[in-house]
Nanobody, 119 residues
Framework: QVQLVESGGGLVQAGGSLRLSCAAS????????MGWFRQAPGKEREFVAR????????YYADSVKGRFTISRDNAKNTVYLQMNNLKPEDTAVYYC????????????WGQGTQVTVSS
């Protein structure tokens, strides 16, 4: 089981940037593919990005492709999400989790981190 703590969210103007971090504990982190998800008010949680357990492969939702970059540092048990050119529609609570081969989350969710983009 991996325990997760997300941080780095905040309020930013459209076009701005934020870098989210996800600190994970648990012996399976370095062998798990990891993903970021987000949930906007009144909407279901949706997949954002994925990174393989060694970090050599990444995959993004079409809505964030070219603007967001996922990375990881297995020595620090941390996954990052660099978000550039943010848009108001990126406003959501962002979560990380271990993911399956089809980008389904595994295990419990952390508390998430709020990202608010003003227009």
């Amino acid at each position: 089981q991996v325990q997760l703590v997300e941080s780095g969210g905040g309020l930013v103007q459209a076009g701005g940037s934020l870098r989210l971090s996800c600190a994970a504990s648990g012996r399976t982190f370095s062998s798990s593919a990891m993903g970021w998800f987000r949930q906007a008010p009144g909407k279901e949680r949706e997949f954002v990005a994925r990174i393989s357990w060694l970090g050599g492969s990444t995959y993004y939702a079409d809505s964030v492709k070219g603007r967001f970059t996922i990375s990881r540092d297995n020595a620090k048990n941390t996954v990052y999400l660099q978000m550039n050119n943010l848009k108001p529609e990126d406003t959501a609570v962002y979560y990380c989790n271990a993911v399956t081969a089809v980008n389904q989350a595994i295990g419990s969710w952390g508390q998430g981190t709020q990202v608010t983009v003003s227009s």
